[in-house]
């Protein structure tokens, strides 16, 4: 039996609770970066692999390597005993949840702990009974999966609105997490994406520092699944594009990081949406499988609650 988890947290504390079985991280970060179909392995180790080595300031032939043998330690795996997968209900979890539901479509017992509560919050008796209430994958979800997956590897946006409009009862938090995916789109409203709306309204509401930022930006329990270092990148790109929605001010590398931040006028006039963020900077970014331009382009109607091409 094989555990795959969410964090190595998680996998230290299920160790620890002497959970049966190998316990194993998975570490990926689907939410980020391109994630493109089609995809030989070679190609789809490469592109993963450059990603995050920049994204994240890692050593490219050891990122490369590490996801090189995650890939081929999924493919070994296919007839154990019994794989489980352990994930909760964010956005973070579900794409990699979905990624594994497709990869692991033929193994021989494919289980799944798709937990509503954050499991790095329980301790190690917690734990145990919730490995007990594991249940076998069945079909129909892993249909499901594949449909989402396919969904949220589409080149094109409106692809998501499917899985927004429509209830899945056989797959929980599905509906809520590919909105939540979706409201990372440029908003009609103003231009931002929900993470950058929410960051720039806790700093106008006077979180400056970073931790109270960090605290007020997803609601207990969190839905986006952001580490700090994650919610960081994005406050950056707040602070470094072509017109500043913020301003950063840091004091050394500490974890979490001591940072002070203050809103723009550039950036009043975007969060008041008496101005357009991507009229002012250039899109340039990827979302599962879209690649947001100035020339390719696809914003979140709120009011509709549909993804919408447009040319700006």
């Known amino acids: 039996m094989i555990h795959l988890h969410n964090g190595d947290s998680v996998a230290i504390t299920a160790r620890r609770a002497l959970v049966p079985g190998r316990h194993v991280a998975f570490r990926e970060t689907f939410i980020t970066g391109p994630v493109r179909p089609g995809l030989r392995p070679n ?9 995050i080595a920049g994204y994240y300031g890692e050593h490219l032939l050891r990122t490369r390597n590490e996801l090189l043998e995650q890939e081929q330690m999924l493919d070994a795996i296919r007839d154990d005993e019994e794989i489980v997968l352990w994930f909760e209900h964010d ?36 734990l145990v009974t919730t490995y007990l209430s594991r249940a076998a994958v069945p079909p129909l979800m892993l249909r499901i999966a594949a449909e989402a997956w396919k969904a949220y590897t589409a080149h094109e946006g409106t692809a998501l609105n499917r899985f927004i409009n429509q209830d899945w009862p056989d797959f929980p938090f599905l509906r809520d997490g590919m909105t939540l995916h979706a409201t990372r789109f440029p908003s009609t409203r103003n231009g931002l994406g929900e993470v950058e709306q929410r960051a720039l309204a806790g700093i106008e509401g006077g979180a400056k520092d970073f931790s109270l930022l960090f605290a ?3 609601a207990d329990p969190p839905r986006y699944g952001f580490g700090d270092g994650e919610f960081l990148r994005h406050l950056r790109r707040l602070a470094t594009c ?21 809103i723009t006028p550039a950036g009043r006039k975007v969060l008041a949406g008496e101005a357009d963020f991507i009229e002012l900077n250039n899109a340039d970014q990827w979302l599962g499988g879209v690649h947001l331009t100035g020339e390719q382009l696809w914003r979140w109607d709120a009011g509709a609650r549909e993804l919408r091409p447009s040319e700006r």
Do not use: H, Q
Not at 94 to 122: D, E, Q
Not at 244 to 251: D, F, L
């Open 242 to 262: 072509a017109v500043p929605m913020i301003t950063i001010s840091e004091s050394g590398d500490t974890t979490p990081p001591k940072a002070l931040f203050a």
């Open 91 to 126: 956005l973070f979890c579900l794409a990699n949840f979905l990624y594994l539901l497709v990869r692991l479509t033929k193994a021989r017992r494919l289980s799944a702990i798709w937990c509503p509560r954050p499991l790095g919050t329980m301790n190690e008796e917690e």
């Open 43 to 51: 190609e789809w180790i490469e592109e993963r692999a450059r990603f």
């Open 216 to 218: 007020r930006f997803d």
